[in-house]
């Protein structure tokens, strides 16, 4: 279980990253379903963008980490915290930006984004490519 009991983490697995070379990886995953705080169905997208370590993430392993949220009562700033600190605590890339794009509810939606390089995240701000620009997919 990870640390913050929301999730269980331990089904993440990796896969050893092949290149000797910095790369950056982009992952969407349009289907992120959990309980809401209302009690009610709520949906989100998820993009995660890597530039990895020793390890890559195994995709199917991150489908079944999402799907264990489908029962859970979050709030979209618990939960984009929750995922965050599991990917960091499992995979330690280099650096890792995860964008959250929560649907509408009553007419308004919500986009919460997590880079570790930013400086109140631990990061150094060596990239910057995250200031004045939107992510692009």
């Known amino acids: 279980m990870s640390k913050n009991s929301l999730s269980d983490r331990s089904c993440l697995r990796s896969i050893k990253n092949p290149a000797t070379q910095a790369y950056e990886i982009k992952i969407k995953n349009p289907e992120v379903t959990f309980e809401g705080v209302n009690g009610q169905p709520d949906f989100a997208c998820a993009y995660i963008t890597v530039y990895p370590d020793k390890n890559v993430i195994e995709l199917k392993s991150l489908k079944t980490y999402f799907f264990q949220f489908r029962d859970k009562v979050l709030s979209y700033e ?34 919460l984004c997590i880079d570790s390089d930013w400086k109140s995240r631990g990061g150094s701000e060596d990239f910057k490519d995250w200031i004045g620009h939107e992510d692009t997919w």
């Not at 618990?78 to 509408?104: C, G, K, S």
């Open 78 to 111: 618990r939960m984009i915290n929750v995922i965050y600190d599991d990917l960091i605590e499992t995979y330690q890339p280099h650096r890792l930006r995860l964008v959250m794009l929560f649907n509408a509810r009553g007419g308004i939606s919500s986009r």
